[in-house]
C-alpha cells in the first residue's frame, strides 16, 4: 500500500517548523519516499529549492501551499486549506493566491477571489485546524456538509478531499468517522495526509521551543501553544499505513 506525505511545512513557513527543505527531502529520500508535497502556510519562498532538490534525488516533487480562506460563515474568522498544484496553470495560481494573501488579504483569501484561482488544483482540508473539522468538532454537520459541498463546486468533481489524518489526537476520531460516513454520502473521496511539521518525533520538544519563541511565551507556561502531539514528524510508509489501518480507501 502506497503513501505520500501532501501536507508539510518547511522552516520557510516561519517559526512553525524545524524542517529545512534540505534535510525534509534527504529524509524522504531516507525512509523510501518516491514522492513529497510541499504546502508551507501562505508562502511560497521555498518552492524553487524543493523542486530542484526533490529533481536531483530522483524524487518527485509536488509543490502546494496552505492558504488561509476567509470564512463566509464569519468574516472575522480565517481558516487553512491545503491546496497542490496539479498542472502549470495551478501552480501560477498558487502564486497568485500567495501573492494576495501577502498583499491585498492578510486575513485570508475572501471565498469570491479565490475561486478565480482555483483551476490546476487539488485540495484537502487541513486537519483539526479546518473550517469543516471545526464544524464536526463542535456538533454542526450541516455546516461541515455545506462547507464541503461548497469547496467540490468550487474545485470541481475529483479535486477536493477530505483528510484522514491520525496525529494521536482525541477529536481526529470524530472527524475520521464523520468524513468516513460524509464520503458515502455525498462522494467526495478520502485522502491519508499527516502534517509534517518536524522531521523525527524526538524533534517534538525543539518545535515547542520554536512555537514558544514565535508567540512570546515561557516554556513553563503549560497554557501556551502546542500540537498536543508527538505526531507531526515524517512518518514513514508502514507507520502510516499501522495508524490508519481502517481506511485503506484513503491510503
Known amino acids: 500500500m502506497s503513501f505520500i506525505h501532501l501536507q508539510t511545512y518547511s522552516a520557510y513557513t516561519l517559526l512553525s517548523s524545524t524542517a529545512s527543505v534540505g534535510n525534509m527531502i534527504f529524509k524522504a529520500k531516507q525512509k523510501g519516499f518516491s514522492s513529497l508535497a510541499l504546502t508551507d502556510r501562505n508562502v511560497m519562498y521555498g518552492a524553487i529549492e524543493f523542486f530542484k532538490l526533490c529533481q536531483k534525488n530522483g524524487i518527485k516533487p509536488i509543490v502546494g501551499l496552505t492558504a488561509d480562506v476567509e470564512s463566509e460563515d464569519t468574516p472575522s474568522l480565517s481558516y487553512p486549506l491545503v491546496m497542490l498544484a496539479e498542472t502549470e496553470k495551478g501552480f501560477k495560481n498558487l502564486l497568485k493566491i500567495s501573492s494576495t494573501i501577502q498583499t491585498k488579504a492578510k486575513n485570508g483569501i475572501p471565498m469570491k477571489w479565490l475561486k478565480h484561482y482555483c483551476k490546476g488544483l487539488i485540495a484537502i482540508t487541513p ?125
Open 127 to 251: 486537519g483539526i485546524e479546518g473550517e469543516i473539522e471545526q464544524a464536526i468538532i463542535n456538533g454542526n454537520e450541516d455546516l461541515a456538509k455545506g462547507l464541503i459541498l461548497k469547496f467540490e463546486s468550487l474545485f470541481g468533481r475529483g479535486h477536493f478531499y477530505l483528510s484522514m489524518q491520525n496525529h494521536q489526537l482525541e477529536q481526529e476520531k470524530l472527524i475520521r468517522n464523520k468524513f468516513c460516513d460524509i464520503s458515502k454520502e455525498v462522494g467526495i473521496p478520502l485522502v491519508a495526509t499527516n502534517h509534517v511539521q518536524y522531521l523525527e518525533q524526538e524533534d517534538m520538544f525543539a518545535h515547542e521551543c520554536l512555537l514558544a519563541i514565535k508567540n512570546g511565551e515561557k516554556l513553563q507556561n503549560d497554557a501556551r501553544e502546542k500540537l498536543g502531539s508527538d505526531h507531526f514528524y515524517l512518518k514513514t510508509k508502514e507507520e502510516m499505513v499501522e495508524y490508519l489501518a481502517d481506511f485503506p480507501e484513503a491510503l
